[in-house]
């Protein structure tokens, strides 16, 4: 079965901190790499996505760092505010012209105290 | 631009008993998909409907889930007959047919079996 195994289950960082959250794929033929922030009682909504074709996207605050070589790609949270406290999920999916299946990972609890 | 609409938002019911969750897509997204995410896991993918036809079901349980989507709009996901197991939020999430499209999600039904 395609897994995409992450971590950590949950942070805790103060406000202004850099939480990072990591995530590790075994099916080469992944090629779409989504974050996912969900808040209590939401559903997931798309935070930043990548392609493997490059090694860093960054919007806003929030960075993708991507290693093609060692199958894993994390996301960070530049100058982080309590806002942010939600459950962040890695996804990973092929490319089928629209009929991707995205594989999440297990999430991460992410909370900011002030 | 209306969101992913599902409905209900909550719902108990009994072992053994049967329940029917709706989902209404964005309009004009060909693609819908049906995922469970139980408590402190990611959604997994239960069936991907592209119009009114079955992309994908291959990890929806056929001998008590079934779902449909006439006309390639509306969808209705079924438990016959529930089981404890079951307990999670349903989740319905549309896309546009087309490479590295956003999937969309709704706000999820939350169902307890008891």
């Known amino acids: 079965q395609q897994q995409v195994k992450q971590s950590p289950q949950s942070l805790i960082v103060q406000k202004g901190g850099i939480p990072i959250i990591n995530c590790a794929y075994e099916?080469?033929?992944?090629?779409?790499f989504p974050w996912y922030q969900q808040f209590p009682g939401k559903g997931p909504a798309l935070l930043i996505a990548?392609?493997?074709?490059?090694s860093e996207k960054k919007e806003g605050r929030f960075t993708i760092s991507f290693n093609k070589s060692a199958k894993q790609f994390s996301l960070h949270i530049m100058d982080s505010q309590p806002g942010d406290s939600a459950t962040y999920f890695c996804?990973?999916?092929?490319?089928?012209?629209?009929?991707?299946?995205?594989?999440f990972g297990t999430g991460t609890r992410l909370t900011i105290i002030p | 631009e209306a969101g992913v609409a599902q409905s209900p938002r909550y719902k108990i019911i009994e072992k053994r008993q049967s329940v029917a969750f709706w989902c209404n897509p964005i309009?004009?997204?060909?693609?819908l998909y049906w995922y469970q995410q139980i408590l402190g896991q990611g959604p997994k993918l239960l069936i991907q409907?592209?119009?009114?036809?079955?992309?994908?079901d291959s990890q929806l349980p056929k001998d008590r889930f079934s779902a449909e989507r006439l006309k390639g709009v509306d969808s209705t996901l079924k438990i016959q007959p529930a089981k404890l197991e079951d307990s999670a939020v349903y989740l319905c999430?549309?896309?546009?047919?087309?490479?590295?499209?956003?999937?969309?999600f709704g706000q999820g039904t939350r169902l307890t079996v008891v």
């Open positions: 990548i392609r493997p074709d490059v």
């Open positions: 099916n080469t033929a992944f090629d779409y």
């Open positions: 999430a549309s896309s546009l047919v087309m490479v590295g499209t956003e999937a969309f």
């Open positions: 309009s004009g997204h060909a693609t």
């Open positions: 996804a990973a999916s092929i490319s089928n012209f629209g009929n991707e299946k995205l594989t």
């Open positions: 409907f592209q119009n009114n036809g079955v992309v994908d």
